[in-house]
């Protein structure tokens, strides 16, 4: 009987929580706002889905805006409104568990505003004694960032694996890859951000004006505002790539290597990649990037011993000189399997753009919109070792989860800025990223309670951990996640976003 009434009373909230917001955007909203909001099956189930495929909630409006205006004055209605409603900012909504859907509340589609940017999205400034940069929109997509720079021979200094991204959406968690190592996450190669906060307030921020801000919302899961523009550092861009996948087959000579690469002092200083990643390689891994006559003796070499261990690294160049950084840094490598170094030479774009080319080919497949239940972790390295033993070996093998994705690769504390908002590891210099990118079109749960095990591993072993683009069920395991920035991102929250109006997707304030 108790049950019963709990769950009429759960729909009576709903139907009143509906009501509510239907009520407000119906009376409240100006005329010129009104034509840019759609409830339409089309847009409500285009707003109620995200890359993962997993979890689906509807909006009761999607704001297609033509101005920053549009999307201040929705903020604006929703803040001074009674009952406020909640808004979500969606770029290309490559989130997978929700992040960017907005329940019963309003969705904003930020890649409407390039239809009035009237080419005024990324404009290019600076000169060589004081630097270049970009001013971006927030809708904006890197690849065509990258496209827009590369006329003028420059090109941001940090990126992301995958370009078909929004800046406003990865400069919101933290944006990293293979160049985070040298360059830091894509947070830090920002001079200044327009946001429209929580209130309806436009701030043009910096580290100069306005700083808490700036520091709250990089890194901040889009809780303290909504980014429209982004001022990105620029650096010269090269012309050619040297890419390279190095085969290891024990964990310890793999992590040794990619610890000398990164090194900043010694000689290997000299011969730093420019990018460094690195992967597992199992039985049910692709191997196209390997010559054709080389693929045999791998998968042999996978059969032996049932992971092998790829360090990936990249050069820029101009010239033909490159050839000898890359024999110099291959010299101070010790622990790699002869003959099993594997090189192409294709240009700055080709690699950059380099997943989208995969994009292409699992869309012909069926099998780029289907559930993907990703796991991203920073695992600190005194105990990357205890990790692969209990989870490579121990879960991944023995469960037969072989046709994992998984990404393994050093970033460097000393490259983050412990005043934003994201989260890494404590104390130590060097920690991994380890990404478990995991894709199903009929089982997905079973790759999520293999992830469940994963963490569950790292919590009975005592490993200090932080998820990245992550997701938590209570306020409790968010507080856990903070450590200790939760008192002050939950200041910034009250001061910037006091009636929890942002980003509730991520369920850090809304449940």
Not at 214 to 229: C, D, E, K, P
Not at 453 to 475: P, S
Request: some cysteine; overall charge positive; glycine content about 8%.
């Amino acid at each position: 009987m108790a049950t019963s009434s709990s769950i009429i009373i759960y729909f009576i909230a709903l139907f009143i929580t509906s009501f509510i917001t239907s009520t407000i955007l119906a009376v409240s909203v100006p005329p010129e706002l009104t034509d840019n909001l759609r409830t339409d099956p089309g847009a409500i189930k285009l707003a109620s889905i995200d890359y993962g495929h997993i979890i689906k909630e509807k909006p009761f409006a999607v704001l297609y805006p033509s101005s920053v205006d549009d999307i201040r004055t929705l903020i604006y209605l929703s803040y001074n409104s009674l009952f406020s409603y909640t808004i979500a900012a969606k770029g290309q909504a490559h989130s997978t568990w929700g992040q960017a859907q907005a329940n019963d509340g309003v969705v904003v589609q930020m890649n409407s505003l390039n239809r009035f940017r009237n080419g005024t999205g990324i404009l290019i400034s600076g000169d060589r004694s004081s630097g270049f940069y970009a001013d971006v929109g927030g809708e904006q997509l890197w690849i065509d960032v990258l496209n827009a720079t590369l006329t003028r021979g420059l090109s941001p200094v940090s990126w992301t694996d995958y370009l078909y991204l929004t800046v406003g959406g990865t400069l919101s968690n933290a944006g990293i890859s293979g160049h985070t190592y040298r360059k830091g996450p894509q947070i830090t190669n920002v001079l200044e951000l327009d946001v429209l906060t929580g209130k309806g307030e436009f701030v043009t921020c910096s580290p100069q004006k306005d700083s808490e801000l700036f520091y709250a919302v990089l890194g901040g899961l889009g809780q303290f505002g909504i980014i429209t523009r982004a001022r990105i550092v620029l650096g010269p861009a090269k012309k050619r790539v040297k890419w390279l996948r190095i085969l290891y087959s024990d964990f310890s000579s793999f992590s040794t290597d990619q610890k000398t690469l990164i090194s900043t002092t010694g000689p290997s200083d000299k011969v730093m990649p420019d990018f460094l990643e690195g992967h597992l390689l199992m039985n049910q891994s692709p191997l196209d990037f390997y010559p054709e006559s080389q693929r045999r003796k791998i998968t042999s070499l996978v059969n032996q011993y049932g992971i092998l261990y790829i360090i990936e690294v990249v050069t820029y160049y101009d010239n033909k000189n490159e050839a000898k950084k890359v024999k110099q840094m291959l010299k101070s490598l010790k622990g790699f399997l002869p003959g099993f170094v594997f090189e192409k030479d294709v240009t700055y774009l080709q690699f950059l753009n380099r997943v989208h080319d995969q994009e292409i080919e699992l869309g012909k497949k069926g099998l780029w919109d289907i559930p993907h239940p990703w796991l991203n972790i920073f695992i600190p390295k005194s105990r990357i070792t205890d990790f692969d033993n209990g989870v490579f070996r121990n879960i991944l093998l023995k469960r037969n989860f072989t046709s994992s994705t998984v990404l393994v690769y050093p970033l460097l504390r000393s490259k983050w800025d412990e005043r934003m908002s994201a989260v890494i590891p404590a104390e130590e210099e060097v920690f991994y990223l380890v990404g478990f990118l995991d894709a199903s079109a009929d089982n997905w749960e079973a790759f999520d309670n293999k992830n469940k095990d994963i963490l569950q591993f790292c919590v009975n072993a005592g490993i200090k951990f932080k998820q990245y683009l992550g997701h938590h069920a209570t306020k409790e395991e968010w507080i856990i996640h903070f450590g200790s920035k939760w008192n002050t991102f939950q200041q910034r929250k009250t001061r910037f976003d006091p009636r929890m109006i942002l980003s509730p997707g991520q369920r850090i304030f809304n449940y």
